[in-house]
C-alpha cells in the first residue's frame, strides 16, 4: 500500500526558504499516472493548492497556484523515490500544515486520492 | 480570480439529512469541473469522499453521495451520524492542471 510521509524543518525564519520532502513509499514517484502534490492549510484555515509535479520518463513537468508561483519549486528524486517543495521569502503569513498528497488524473476524472499525515511549519524569528 | 463558495457551516440532527453545495463566484460548476469532496477531523489529514461529481472514494459508506444540483456540486449526507461530524472541503479542477479548494463546511451533528 502506498503512503507519503512529509518531513522538514519545523521552524523556519521570516523571509528564508521553507523547504519540505515527501517520501513515497510502496509506490513509484515515477509512475506516469499520478500527480504528487503540495498542499497547505494555515492554522484554524481552509485548505489550499500549492501545485504539483508530474514525472514521466526522464522529466518532470510542473504546476503552480497562481497567487504562489513566483516563490513556489516542487522537484522531484527518483533515486530517493522523494518529491520536494520549496517556497522562498516566507512570512508569517506562510505559516500551516503542508500535505503531501498524490492526485490522479484521468478520462474525466482529477482527485487527491492519497494523502500524507500532514507537517506543520511555523514561520517565526 | 476564481473563488470556490461553500456554506461556512451546517448542523443536522443524527440521522438526519445534509446537502453541503459548492459553487462559483463567477459561473455554473458542472461535471467538466470533476468535482470533488474531502472529509477532515481536527488534526488529521484530508480524506477523500467522492470524485468525479457522484464516485465515491474506496470505503466510503453509501450515506455520503454527490451529484449536481441547479448550478453548484453538492455534496449530501443521508443518515447522518455523529462520526460525520467534520470539515467537508469540495476541489474544483479549472483545467490547465489548476485545483481550486472550496473554503470549506463545518458539519455539526447535534
Known amino acids: 500500500q502506498v503512503q507519503l510521509q512529509e518531513s522538514g524543518p519545523g521552524l523556519v525564519k521570516p523571509s528564508e526558504t521553507l523547504s519540505l520532502t515527501c517520501t513515497v513509499s510502496?509506490?513509484?514517484?515515477?509512475?506516469?499516472?499520478?500527480?504528487w502534490s503540495w498542499i497547505r492549510q494555515p492554522p484554524g484555515k481552509g485548505l489550499e493548492w500549492i501545485g504539483y509535479i508530474y514525472y514521466s520518463g526522464s522529466s518532470g513537468s510542473t504546476n503552480y497556484n497562481p497567487s504562489l508561483k513566483s516563490r513556489v519549486t516542487i522537484s522531484v528524486d527518483t533515486s530517493k523515490n522523494q518529491f520536494s517543495l520549496k517556497l522562498s521569502s516566507v512570512t508569517a503569513a506562510d505559516t500551516a500544515v503542508f500535505y503531501c498528497?498524490?492526485?490522479?488524473?484521468?478520462?474525466?476524472?482529477?482527485?487527491?486520492?492519497?494523502w500524507g499525515r500532514g507537517t506543520l511549519v511555523t514561520v517565526s524569528s | 480570480q476564481t473563488v470556490v463558495t461553500q456554506e461556512p457551516s451546517f448542523s443536522v440532527s443524527p440521522g438526519g439529512t445534509v446537502t453541503l453545495t459548492c459553487g462559483l463566484s463567477?459561473?455554473?460548476?458542472?461535471?467538466?469541473?470533476?468535482p470533488s469532496w474531502y472529509q477532515q477531523t481536527p488534526g488529521q489529514a484530508p480524506r477523500t469522499l467522492i470524485y468525479?461529481?457522484?464516485t465515491r472514494s474506496s470505503g466510503v459508506p453509501d450515506r455520503f453521495s454527490g451529484s449536481i444540483l441547479g448550478n453548484k456540486a453538492a455534496l449530501t449526507i443521508t443518515g447522518a451520524q455523529a462520526d460525520d461530524e467534520s470539515d467537508y472541503y469540495c476541489v474544483l479542477y479549472m483545467g490547465s492542471g489548476i485545483s481550486v479548494f472550496g473554503g470549506g463546511t463545518k458539519v455539526t451533528v447535534l
Open positions: 498528497a498524490r492526485a490522479v488524473s484521468g478520462r474525466r476524472v482529477w482527485y487527491f486520492d492519497l
Open positions: 468525479s461529481t457522484n
Open positions: 463567477s459561473g455554473s460548476v458542472s461535471t467538466s469541473y470533476y
Open positions: 510502496g509506490g513509484s514517484v515515477s509512475s506516469d499516472t499520478y500527480y
